[in-house]
């Protein structure tokens, strides 16, 4: 505690750093519409039609037409909220069958807040004019409460729902829960015995069975029981097999499961987006698809074109045996999804003549609508100006996205992957007792430095590193080390780099004939008691930005705008704008404060 003044100064010295602190270098819908594909047509009010959403699906089905469907997860911040409202909007033009929306109980899902699962179902129904389905979980609710999110979501027009068990709260096992919600089942029972046939029920499929069932067989006795209770019909989980997803069909037909069965599909966007899903989810990942992504997993835009070559593949293999019917989960991105119904010629290709020479709705990403100016430099290019002003998310690399990005929100919140933690294995590398405040920071020292703890274990996983280290934090372990021993406890960092060839195997991204460039950044915990020394320290250079908060949030100090995205990495690659692929926002950084209070 006495080394707070010799210890705060090598952290700006050597780091240029961030607490945040990084290097300040340069710069309800009306009785008389109907719905078909997604959007709305004006009836006569003398002759209300009403076409359900299982209705479609089998008018598809009969006429042999194809047709896609998207899925989304609720935002973390209102400014997230707002621009995927946006992309609603730009997909929308592609005529979804429908969309959905999934629910989170942790972010209060039912409420009125801007993020909420039901206020972004509303918006998606009734402002963007999507056919909409509500995700909805049940485990943990009370029949009372239930019964309160579904009238809600009836009271705003929702007639879709898919119908999930949920899991516990992490760090909780299941446990049997009497005269309440146990399973998926239990809610589609309620859902009809409460509500008939308004709602169309949809529910969840695994081709290589749930993770939590004793066998294949099993699983998929539990599916036939949900659909026998009422659903009507059925979507999968990720697979990377046509044949996975084509017997699993059969078997599902095979004990009598007799409802439309759509596919879901995840395109690879990332090299840590696969990890994820190896991790978190028991699936039989092709090793073709992994040897692949090990040759490319330096280069952010080749996975990219990877991950969309590999899912239009399997997209038309499943075509071609007969599938109509795809479902995406986007993870809010809409560029790689938007590539692969364009080459599947599942987009719609209907456009609407442009207003301005360079204004058309396929290229309004971003909420601004009545925008009728723009530079004249970028009057013949309205796609990279759009791209350009909106699209941070194309190389989701980095956790520190603008918060106006949609995609800024935990992987692992969604419902197709399963986090277990293992008691036993986190005691082993973080320790069981705790006699003083050393004990923590040596758990730090030993995970940054990769050095097996007090007791010979190596610490290889951490609540806020939960892949392990970046091959760039090599450039910084002796100092990171220190840091920590010195009860400095870093969570995150990256040197800085000057130019580096995008090839680099440490530092580089995106394709392979660029430079990229970053500031020197680093985050971290310490003392309240060490604050003082901090803040006196930083005041000498005006040229470091920060950002300093506290669990509670009553300390928010920074010298940085507030509104306004700081990029912290770009790139230059030929024929290109700079690509900013990551940012450090305030207002992601106070969301992420609250990730730091649920760890």
């Known amino acids: 505690m006495s080394q707070i003044d010799t210890t705060i100064s090598p952290i700006i010295e050597n780091f240029q750093s961030k607490f945040m602190v990084d290097s300040n270098l340069p710069p309800t819908m009306p009785r008389n519409m109907s719905f078909h594909n997604g959007f709305s047509d004006p009836v006569s009010p003398a002759s209300p039609v009403y076409e359900s959403l299982i209705e ?37 033009s592609g005529k979804p069958l429908f969309c959905d929306i999934t629910w989170h109980p942790a972010g209060d899902p039912a409420s009125d807040k801007p993020t909420s699962s039901m206020k972004i179902a509303n918006v998606m129904h009734n402002y963007c004019l999507l056919e909409t389905m509500l995700h909805i979980t049940c485990y943990g609710q009370t029949k009372e409460s ?46 009809r015995e409460n509500y008939g046939d308004y709602f169309v029920i949809c529910v969840a499929g695994y081709p290589h069975g749930h993770p939590d069932s004793n ?42 499961i007799a409802c439309p069965i759509i596919p879901g599909i ?64 986007t993870l809010n991105r809409d560029v790689a999804v938007t590539e692969i119904l364009r ?16 204004k058309s709705k396929q290229l309004c990403s971003y909420s601004r609508p009545d925008e009728d100016v723009r530079p004249i430099f970028w009057s013949i290019r309205p796609k990279s100006y759009v791209c350009r002003t909106s699209d941070w998310d194309q190389f989701p690399n980095g956790r520190w996205g603008n918060s106006s990005a949609p995609s800024f929100g935990d992987l692992k919140d969604y419902h197709i992957f399963y986090s277990k933690i293992n008691t036993k294995d986190c005691l082993a590398q973080w320790g069981s007792e705790l006699n003083d ?134 790139g230059v690659f030929p024929g290109k704008e700079i690509v900013q692929p990551t940012v450090v926002d305030p207002v992601s950084f106070m969301s992420w404060k609250v990730t730091l209070k649920e760890a």
Not at 146 to 172: C, E, F, H
Not at 302 to 329: N, P, S, T, W
Request: hydrophobic share 40%.
């Open 146 to 191: 239930m019964k309160q999110y579904l009238d809600k979501a009836k009271s705003i027009g929702i007639r879709n729902l898919l119908a999930l068990r949920g899991d516990p709260a992490v760090g909780t096992e299941w446990q049997y829960q009497e005269n309440g919600f146990n399973y998926a089942t239990d809610l589609v029972k309620f859902i």
């Open 437 to 570: 405040e050393t004990d923590v920071w040596n758990v730090f020292a030993s995970f940054v430095s990769g050095r097996p703890n007090k007791n010979g274990v190596k610490i290889t996983s951490f609540p806020w590193c939960e892949e392990g280290l970046a091959s760039e934090t090599s450039l910084l372990t002796d100092e990171l080390e220190r840091l920590n021993t010195q009860g400095i406890l870093t969570i995150n960092s990256q040197p800085s780099v000057n130019g580096a060839p995008s090839s680099d195997p440490v530092v580089g991204w995106g394709s392979s004939d660029g430079y990229v460039y970053q500031k020197a950044y680093l985050e971290f915990f310490i003392s309240k008691s060490f604050l003082p020394f901090l803040v006196q320290s930083l005041e000498k250079y005006p040229r470091v930005i920060y950002h300093i908060i506290n669990r509670s949030g009553d300390i928010n100090l920074t010298n940085c705008t507030l509104l306004n995205p700081n990029a912290v990495t770009w």
């Open 56 to 92: 479609k699906i089998n008018k598809k089905i009969e006429n042999k037409e194809t047709w896609f469907s998207l899925e989304f997860f609720p935002p973390k911040t209102v400014n997230g909220a707002s621009n995927l409202i946006s992309k609603f909007e730009f997909l929308g």
């Open 343 to 358: 080459i599947l010629e599942l987009w719609n290709k209907d456009t609407e003549p442009r207003r301005l020479p360079w």
């Open 215 to 256: 066998s294949y067989e099993e699983d998929l006795m539990h599916l036939k029981e949900k659909v026998d209770a009422g659903a009507d019909f059925i979507i999968t989980q990720l697979f990377f097999k046509a044949e996975t997803f084509l017997k699993y069909v059969d078997d599902c037909r095979r004990i009598g």
């Open 266 to 329: 995840l395109p690879i966007q990332s090299y840590d987006s696969l990890r994820h899903i190896c991790k978190l989810s028991k699936l039989e990942v092709p090793q073709n698809i992994v040897n692949a992504m090990e040759k490319i997993k330096g280069n952010d835009e080749a996975i990219r074109i990877y991950g969309i070559e590999q899912a239009v593949k399997l997209c038309k293999d499943l075509m071609q045996a007969g599938v109509l019917g795809v479902h995406f989960y």
